[in-house]
C-alpha cells in the first residue's frame, strides 16, 4: 500500500487528524439525535449512523497505524467533539427534519475531508478502496438526511395545499 505524498507534503497527518475528528463528531451527534422522543422510524438511520461513524474510526484508525512511522500518536489523540456548537445546537432540536438538517451539514463536511483525502492515496491502494466505500456509504446518509429534511415539509406544504 502506497500513498501519493511525501514526508515533505505534510497535508495527510492533518487530513487523517481531521477525518478522524469527524467521524468522532459523526458519532456523538447521532447519538445525541436517538435520545430524542420525536424521531420515530427515523430512528434507523440514526442507528445505522452511529455505527459506521463507529466502524469508521476504527478504519481510519488502521490507516494511521499503516503510517505510524510518519505519524505521532498524539496526532489522533481522542479528542472531545470538535464542534460543541453542533452538538449544543442538535440538543436544542426537537423536529426531525430539523435534526436531519443539522446531520447533513455535518455528513456534508465529512464528505469534503474524504474526497480531498483521496487525493493523496494511489488509485489501487487499500487505503484508497477503504476511502471509496466510506465515501460511498456516507453519500447514502447524506441523500437520506436531505429526504428526512425535506420530506414531513413537503407533505405538510401539499396537504396545505389541497
Not at 442538535?90 to 465529512?110: Q, S
Not at 483521496?118 to 446518509?141: G, K, N, P
Request: glycine fraction near 2%; proline fraction near 1%.
Amino acid at each position: 500500500m502506497e500513498t501519493a505524498w511525501s514526508n515533505e507534503d505534510s497535508e495527510f497527518v492533518p487530513m487523517i487528524r481531521a477525518l478522524w475528528n469527524e467521524q468522532k463528531n459523526r458519532e456523538l451527534l447521532y447519538l445525541e439525535a436517538l435520545k430524542k422522543d420525536s424521531m420515530g422510524s427515523f430512528r434507523r438511520i440514526l442507528s445505522q449512523g452511529h455505527v459506521s461513524a463507529v466502524l469508521f474510526q476504527k478504519e481510519i484508525r488502521w490507516i494511521y497505524d499503516y503510517f505510524k512511522c510518519f505519524l505521532d500518536d498524539k496526532d489522533l489523540a481522542d479528542n472531545q467533539i470538535a464542534s460543541r456548537s453542533a452538538l449544543q445546537a442538535l440538543e436544542n432540536l426537537e423536529c426531525r427534519e430539523d435534526v436531519a438538517a443539522c446531520l447533513k451539514k455535518i455528513e456534508e463536511a465529512t464528505l469534503q475531508i474524504y474526497k480531498t483525502l483521496r487525493l493523496y492515496t494511489e488509485r489501487e491502494s487499500e487505503v484508497r478502496r477503504i476511502l471509496d466505500e466510506h465515501l460511498t456509504r456516507i453519500s447514502e446518509f447524506y441523500e437520506a438526511l436531505c429526504k428526512a429534511e425535506h420530506g414531513t415539509r413537503k407533505n405538510i406544504a401539499l396537504t396545505a395545499a389541497a
